[in-house]
């Protein structure tokens, strides 16, 4: 029982998003391990095309637009007010962040000129509007963003090149309140997706400090609050909770895929389902 | 009665959404301009906070993501399936549209590096799909994506750098019911944003040939139909029909305003209303 999947077949088995325990099988026999391939990669195909059909007939819509729509709503019901941001910004902004030429995010960063790039987060355009917001209505500013951020990174089964962010932020709140409002909006997002028996976690960020995690097996979410040593130089004072997520790694864990591609923008998928079958 | 706004005023009075008959007055003295001035931006700026409030209170969403979710909503129960895709795509991909170096469109292209670049229509990524799709799914095949696209185009009144597009596709269907099927798609879309009095004109497009636009003062959407000169290059031969949308300029024309960066993806504007007021 010790021979397994050669490397061809536990990539196709990932790609047609076989579990944890099917990429792990083990077998007696080089023959045995063939003969279960065939019949295993049949099974998937077919569920993939059934999965396909589900979609073209009842869902109509791949799970990462049904999950952000869920969000809008729970979000907005809980007075949450939506914001639509460019995802093109300013080398400044990113400046603000603290994220410039010696920072670990600074790397991943995709250029258009020497002075714009694509918005490897959501935070320094929701800091901008805090500060025209913070003019113009009483405290305390909800707002979230959900949209598409970038940053280079190995694609592993953990990263995605672009991948679908929810930043939520509450801006004005007492600071005696700050980590029980986490807690609560942590809660919200999971309780709307549908997940479970999740930790929160402390850790230390690159670019937020100390930041509280949601994680279940791998993160989820990441947390900041302020005030912030950041808060500085977008005139910031007041304090604040922030909270986001990755939306295809909430559809990973809530689906049950070890295909983090699979859930996400792309040509090869359609809504988890590998298209070359 | 032939004086009129200063620059620095009508730069304002746009920024404030001023509408076509503000921002053509005229008068009969520098000193009535000035005071006419005061009291329109006033009355303008105290417009932009009710309707600040009013996302607050009661809207919580931008206008561009009501008219997104509306859009699906029709689309899905006329039995079309949403998809989303890559933003950044590869040069080859649009070397198969035929854009490259001698294109116009070419000029228009936001790079990230010699392989890669930012959608600047969502076509190549549709085609793509459906030479899958034909494999997996009974024609006609009905997708449609609404995204970000990315051209380096002069910003002025009618066009942004990135804004969102709708493109609707119907694969499959009879030759002789094309044209049918294209003014039935364009009422569907023209309908539920609620535009009424637009006109279906024939153009030649500098991607697709010959087209059927749909028109009210501006270009508000643009049809193909194959059998095309570029279904080759993606190995189609079915007929088919395509019609995409701007939503800014949908929005513009919905709500009547001269200015569509406000309704677009901003830092300047929130749901149509500056934000330095």
Redesign the interface.
């Known amino acids: 029982m010790d021979i397994s999947w050669t490397l061809i077949q536990k990539q196709r088995l990932h790609e047609l998003n076989a579990n944890e325990t099917q990429q792990g099988m083990c077998f007696e026999s080089q023959e045995d391990r063939n003969r279960a391939f065939q019949e295993l990669e049949h099974q998937l195909v077919v569920k993939g095309?059934l999965r396909?059909q589900e979609?073209?007939e009842i869902k109509?819509?791949?799970s990462?637009?049904i999950l952000e729509?869920q969000l809008?709503e729970a979000l907005?019901q809980k007075g949450?007010?939506?914001?639509?941001?460019?995802?093109?910004i300013s080398k400044g902004s990113l400046a603000k962040m603290s994220v410039s030429n010696e920072h670990p995010l600074f790397s991943q960063v995709?250029?258009?000129d020497n002075k714009r790039c694509?918005r490897p987060m959501l935070a320094p355009?929701l800091y901008?509007?805090w500060k025209?917001?913070l003019r113009?209505?009483e405290k305390p500013i909800r707002i979230f963003e959900i949209g598409?951020c970038?940053r280079k990174e190995s694609q592993g089964a953990l990263h995605l090149?672009?991948f679908t962010m929810l930043n939520l932020t509450e801006l004005g709140l007492p600071e005696d309140q700050r980590q029980q409002r986490l807690e609560e909006l942590a809660t919200l997002v999971m309780d709307t997706v549908g997940i479970t028996d999740y930790q929160l976690e402390m850790t230390n960020s690159v670019v937020y400090g100390d930041a509280l995690d949601v994680v279940k097996g791998i993160e989820l979410g990441s947390s900041a609050m302020g005030p912030h040593f950041l808060d500085d130089q977008w005139g910031i004072i007041d304090p604040w909770v922030g909270i986001g997520f990755g939306l295809e790694r909430l559809l990973m864990i809530k689906e049950e895929t070890q295909n983090v591609q699979s859930v996400?923008?792309?040509?090869s998928y359609?809504d988890g389902v590998r298209?070359?079958?």
Chains 1, 2 share one sequence.
């Open positions: 095309k396909l979609l073209r109509k819509r791949p990462l637009c729509q809008v907005t949450f007010v939506q914001v639509v941001t460019p995802t093109i995709f250029w258009l694509l355009n901008t509007l025209d917001l113009l209505w598409t970038y090149n672009e996400g923008r792309s040509l359609l298209l070359n079958i």
